[in-house]
C-alpha cells in the first residue's frame, strides 16, 4: 500500500514510524514532514492546510490511503475532499471533526446527551461574559471556542484574571478567529487522564491510557503548552475506571454524534479528569493526541494499517486489538522561550546515540534536515520515548538518552512521569 501522512509534527512521526512496521506498506509520503520523518517517508512540499494540493498529489501517486492527522485539515473538510475524490482518507469528516473545532458545540453536545463534563456558560460578546465572570464562582475556566494549537485553555484564580482572560481571548483576539465565542466552565478536581479510542461510528476501541503534561515547566508552573512529556499507561486509571468510562463517555459520546447526524469515523481523544463525583470530560479531540501518540502507538502490537483499513470499511468490530504488557514515557526537548518565542536553526548533535537503542526512540517534531545534519525548527523539537517493564526504568532510560543530545538552549521538564 502507498499511505500518505498529512501533518508534520511528533506525532506524525510516530504515526509513520508504526505504519512503517506494516508488511502491507510499500511506500510512505508525509505532506510536509520533517527532518526526522524524511529517514522514513518521502516529504512532500504540500501545505498541511492546501486541500486542493493533497487531493491532486494523492490521484498522481495513484495512492491508497491518506491519514490526516492534524485538527486543522479535519477541521476544514480534507477527509470530504478526498472522499468525494474517490480516495480512501482516514480521519473524520468536517461534521464530526466540529466535536474538537468548537468547543460550544461538544459542551452542548454533552449537556443534551448527559454526558458528565463541567458546567458551562457560552459566550459570544466579551461585555456579556464579563458581566459573568465577575459573579461567578472561582476558579474558573476560559476557553477560546475553536482551535489554538493546545492553547486556548486559561485557568482563573481570581476575578481579575477572568476578566483579563476574556478580554485577551475576546476583545485582543489573542487566538485569532477561535476566540469569537468563549466557554466558561466550573473549575474541576482531581487526576487528568488522557484516553484514544479507533471508532468507526459503530465500535468503540479505546487504547491504552496516558497522562500528558501541558504546563511548560517543572511542577506543572508556566504557561500550558501542546504538551512537554507523557506517560503510559496512567497509575490512576483502573479497569473498572475504564468500563464506567466505557458505559458513561466513549459510547453515548459516538452514539450522540450519529443521532446528530455526524458520524465519527477516527481516532476520539478523551481528556478526562476524575473527579470526586466520576470521571468527566475535559475536552475532545478529533484525532491522535500530541504528545500521547508517542507513548501509546509504541506499545501496539496490532498492525495500524490493518486497523485504518478497517475503521474505513467500518469493520472495526471484526478485528482484535492487541497491546503489549510494558510502559512508555516521552520527555519533549523544546526551544528556549517555547510558547513564548524562540529562535530557529540551531543544530542538534547526540541522536546517533541512541538510533542503535529498540527502546528508545527520537520522534521529530520540529526539526529540519540539512546536509544530513539536523536543526531545530519549531517549538517542541523533539519527543524522546523509552519503552521499559515499568514507568519507573522507562524514565531513568529517556533521561539518561536525553542527556547525549544537545542544541543551544534546549528546555525539557524534568519530572514527566512522576506524577
Known amino acids: 500500500m502507498k499511505i500518505l501522512v498529512i501533518g508534520?509534527?511528533?506525532?506524525?512521526?510516530?504515526?509513520?514510524?508504526?505504519?512503517?512496521?506494516?508488511?502491507?506498506?510499500?511506500?510512505?509520503?508525509?505532506?510536509?514532514?520533517?527532518g526526522g520523518i524524511s529517514e522514513i517517508a518521502e516529504c512532500v512540499p504540500v501545505n498541511?492546510?492546501?486541500?486542493?494540493?493533497?487531493?491532486?498529489?494523492?490521484?498522481?501517486?495513484?495512492?491508497?490511503?491518506?491519514?490526516?492527522?492534524?485538527d486543522d485539515p479535519l477541521a476544514a473538510g480534507m477527509v470530504d475532499a478526498l472522499e468525494n475524490a474517490g480516495i480512501r482518507a482516514f480521519g473524520p469528516r468536517k461534521n464530526a471533526a466540529v466535536i474538537?473545532?468548537?468547543?460550544?458545540?461538544?459542551?452542548?453536545?454533552?449537556?443534551?446527551?448527559?454526558?458528565?463534563?463541567?458546567?458551562?456558560?457560552?459566550f459570544s460578546d466579551s461585555k456579556t461574559a464579563m458581566?459573568?465572570?465577575?459573579?461567578?464562582?472561582?476558579?474558573?475556566?476560559?476557553?477560546?471556542?475553536?482551535?489554538?494549537?493546545?492553547?486556548?485553555?486559561?485557568?482563573?484564580?481570581?476575578?481579575?484574571?477572568?476578566?483579563?482572560?476574556?478580554?485577551s481571548i475576546m476583545e485582543d483576539k489573542?487566538?485569532?478567529?477561535?476566540?469569537?465565542?468563549?466557554?466558561?466552565?466550573?473549575?474541576?478536581?482531581?487526576?487528568?487522564?488522557?484516553?484514544?479510542?479507533?471508532?468507526?461510528?459503530?465500535?468503540?476501541?479505546?487504547?491504552?491510557?496516558?497522562?500528558?503534561?501541558?504546563?511548560?515547566?517543572?511542577?506543572?508552573?508556566?504557561?500550558?503548552?501542546?504538551?512537554?512529556?507523557?506517560?503510559s499507561p496512567s497509575r490512576v486509571y483502573t479497569k473498572e475506571l475504564q468500563e464506567e468510562c466505557m458505559r458513561t463517555i466513549f459510547v453515548p459520546t459516538v452514539n450522540a454524534m450519529n443521532l446528530e447526524g455526524r458520524p465519527f469515523k477516527g481516532i476520539i481523544y478523551f481528556g478526562l479528569m476524575l473527579t470526586p463525583d466520576g470521571p468527566k470530560v475535559l475536552e475532545y479531540n478529533a484525532r491522535f493526541g500530541d504528545p500521547e501518540t508517542?507513548?501509546?502507538?509504541?506499545?501496539?502490537?496490532?498492525?495500524?494499517?490493518?486497523?485504518?483499513?478497517?475503521?474505513?470499511?467500518?469493520?472495526?468490530?471484526?478485528?482484535?486489538?492487541?497491546?503489549?504488557?510494558?510502559?512508555?514515557?516521552?520527555?519533549?526537548?523544546?526551544?528556549?522561550?517555547?510558547?513564548?518565542?524562540?529562535?530557529?536553526?540551531?543544530?542538534?548533535?547526540g541522536l546517533e546515540a541512541i538510533k542503535s537503542s529498540n527502546n528508545i526512540i527520537a520522534f521529530h517534531a520540529g526539526t529540519k534536515k540539512e546536509n544530513e545534519e539536523y536543526y531545530t525548527n519549531g517549538g517542541r523539537v523533539l519527543g524522546v520515548t523509552a519503552v521499559a517493564e515499568d514507568i519507573e526504568n522507562a524514565r531513568k532510560k529517556v533521561y539518561n538518552a536525553i542527556s547525549a543530545i544537545y542544541f543551544k538552549d534546549a528546555h525539557y521538564r524534568k519530572d514527566i512521569g512522576i506524577k
Open 8 to 34: 508534520s509534527g511528533g506525532r506524525e512521526h510516530a504515526i509513520l514510524w508504526k505504519l512503517k512496521q506494516s508488511p502491507r506498506v510499500t511506500k510512505l509520503y508525509c505532506a510536509p514532514g520533517n
Open 48 to 70: 498541511a492546510m492546501d486541500i486542493d494540493g493533497i487531493v491532486r498529489f494523492s490521484r498522481e501517486k495513484d495512492l491508497d490511503m491518506v491519514v490526516v492527522a492534524p
Open 100 to 122: 474538537e473545532a468548537s468547543k460550544v458545540f461538544s459542551k452542548d453536545l454533552m449537556k443534551k446527551y448527559n454526558i458528565p463534563s463541567a458546567a458551562y456558560e457560552s
Open 131 to 167: 458581566e459573568y465572570v465577575k459573579i461567578a464562582k472561582l476558579p474558573l475556566v476560559v476557553k477560546a471556542d475553536g482551535l489554538a494549537l493546545g492553547k486556548g485553555v486559561l485557568i482563573c484564580n481570581t476575578t481579575e484574571e477572568a476578566l483579563s482572560a476574556v478580554k
Open 174 to 231: 489573542k487566538f485569532g478567529a477561535a476566540g469569537q465565542r468563549i466557554v466558561v466552565e466550573e473549575f474541576m478536581t482531581g487526576p487528568e487522564v488522557s484516553v484514544l479510542a479507533f471508532t468507526d461510528g459503530k465500535s468503540v476501541v479505546p487504547m491504552v491510557s496516558s497522562q500528558d503534561h501541558k504546563r511548560a515547566f517543572d511542577n506543572d508552573q508556566g504557561l500550558n503548552t501542546g504538551g512537554m512529556g507523557a506517560f
Open 294 to 349: 508517542q507513548v501509546v502507538l509504541p506499545r501496539l502490537e496490532t498492525d495500524l494499517v490493518e486497523i485504518f483499513d478497517a475503521i474505513i470499511g467500518e469493520k472495526l468490530g471484526t478485528i482484535d486489538i492487541s497491546w503489549k504488557q510494558n510502559c512508555a514515557v516521552c520527555v519533549v526537548m523544546a526551544s528556549g522561550g517555547y510558547p513564548e518565542g524562540y529562535v530557529k536553526g540551531y543544530k542538534i548533535t
